[in-house]
Every structure is written in structure tokens, then in C-alpha cells.
């Protein structure tokens, strides 16, 4: 059974830093592309980072460049986004999600593209 869960959300000022992890189980996970979404309350659903199966490659949206790094670990099957110089707009649920990418691309920023998807995690920031 695939399943990917999020964990490391919560409450940070503006200005703050948090970590989030996501744990795969189920996938042949080095062999998968993966990614961060989040969404906000009344806001469609928007890509946030991809990293390759191999971790040597990565996308980011230009919102979080420069403040978010993705990172992997494909011993322990995880995925991990850290978030520096936390804004108020980056207030929103964060979804890690997954897709079997054997030629290591990283060009599938729409959410439809991905097959396996965690709960998702609250992140907070306040003003």
C-alpha cells in the first residue's frame, strides 16, 4: 500500500523557518519524482518544489526561490522541504506527492501528473 505522510507543520512568525518531512512507504520510492504542493483557503492548488529520484535536479516556483530548499533522503524513503524566510502568503496546506519518473525529469509542476499523495500538513505564518 502506497502512502505518503507529511509531518513538520505548525505556527511560525513571519520571518521563521520550518521543516517539513514526508515519509514514502509503498513506492519503489528511488525511482520517484518528488514534489510539494500547497493550497490555500480559496485558492486553487500550486506547485511548490520538484526533485528528482536521484536529488541532483530540482524545480522550484519563483514564489518560494531563494527561501525553500527540497532535499531527499532515498535510505530512509524521505522527502524534505525547508522553509526559510516564512511569509505570510506561504500560509496554506502543504501536500507532498509522488509519480514514478525513471528519466529523472522534473518538468511535471501540475498536480494531475502525480499519482500518490499524503494528507497534507498545516503551515501557519503569522504577521
Known sequence: QEQLVESG??????????????????????????????????????????????????????SVKGRFTISRDNVKHMVYLQMNSLKSEDTAVYYCAARYEPDQAIDKIDGHQYNYWGQGTQVTVSS
Open 9 to 62: 507543520g505548525g505556527l511560525v512568525q513571519a520571518g521563521g523557518s520550518l521543516r517539513l518531512s514526508c515519509a514514502a512507504s509503498g513506492l519503489t520510492f528511488s525511482m520517484c519524482a518528488m514534489a510539494w504542493f500547497r493550497q490555500a483557503p480559496g485558492k486553487v492548488r500550486e506547485i511548490i518544489s520538484v526533485i528528482n529520484w536521484s536529488g541532483n535536479r530540482t524545480y522550484y516556483a519563483d
